[in-house]
């Protein structure tokens, strides 16, 4: 019986989304196109934890901009010392089949380094936290296959449960499951998944508030459930579209020269 009435569910939720005509794809697309403000700025506590249980707090602003066809944005570390002036800059295009730029500039070693977006390097760890260079930008919808796998309620919230999967299947974590809010199609929460298919990271999207029209989360934890780490990001000081930035501030020689703080 309560077989029959699980499958009896399934049906009726498949049956719900297949009446709204929406596929993973479209969700995805959905969620790629919600509208963002022309400018950004804030700061962030990052703290990352170890294995072990210690906790490195980083803090950090950050930057955004956008020049039409492409976002520009920039995160320089404030504190502490050791990583203080270390910036990464990032133009993410909005032509879907074209890759991020992105540069890391690395104050003790006076040099600036680019960084792949996809590859070995893309994948890398994000300045020792769980989150990946990859995380930091956009990912190509064209890159990946979708499923529509259901419905499901995170933190009160109604989402829809798409399955991604990578075309090329040669990533850390080829496969991911997107949670995204029915009614404003923003990501609550996303699960990766390693080469063997088995459940490697875990993000949650918390603390959601509303600045100028904008549904915005201050609190994303990336959560390693294979090794017991995670990294915390924590943003304040949250400003839209308060006056324009300065273009030069996203380039290269900006992070070389230490104006962004």
Not at 95 to 111: H, T
Not at 246 to 252: G, N, R, Y
């Amino acid at each position: 019986m309560k077989k029959l009435i699980t499958t009896i569910s399934t049906i009726l939720i498949a049956a719900a989304l297949f009446a709204q005509g929406l596929t993973g794809y479209d969700i995805m697309k959905k969620a790629d196109e919600v509208a963002e403000p022309k400018t950004s700025s804030s700061t962030a506590i990052l703290t990352i934890h170890s294995k072990k249980g210690n906790d490195r707090v980083r803090e950090v602003v950050m930057k955004s901009k956008d020049f039409g066809d492409v976002e520009k944005s920039v995160i320089v570390f404030l504190s502490p010392k050791d990583v203080s002036g270390t910036g990464y800059l990032t133009f993410d295009y909005k032509e879907e089949d074209k890759d991020s730029d992105n540069w890391l500039y690395m104050p003790a070693m006076k040099k600036t380094r680019r960084i792949a977006s996809s590859g070995s390097e893309g994948e890398g760890s994000f300045m020792g936290t769980d989150f990946t260079y990859q995380d930091m930008g956009d990912r190509s919808l064209n890159k990946y296959d979708y499923n529509l796998l259901g419905e499901d309620n995170i933190d009160g919230v109604d989402c829809y449960k798409v399955e991604c999967i990578s075309k090329a299947g040669t990533e850390k974590d080829p496969r991911y499951i997107s949670y995204i809010g029915k009614e404003d199609f923003i990501l609550r929460k996303c699960e990766f998944y390693d080469r063997q298919d088995q459940l490697h990271r875990v993000l949650n999207c918390t603390d959601f508030t509303k600045i100028k029209g904008f549904t915005t989360a201050q609190k994303m934890k990336m959560e390693n459930v294979q090794t017991g780490t995670w990294s915390l990001i924590e943003s304040k000081n949250i400003q839209y579209d308060e006056g324009d930035i300065d273009d030069s501030l996203f380039s290269v020689a900006a992070l070389e020269k230490g104006r962004i703080r």
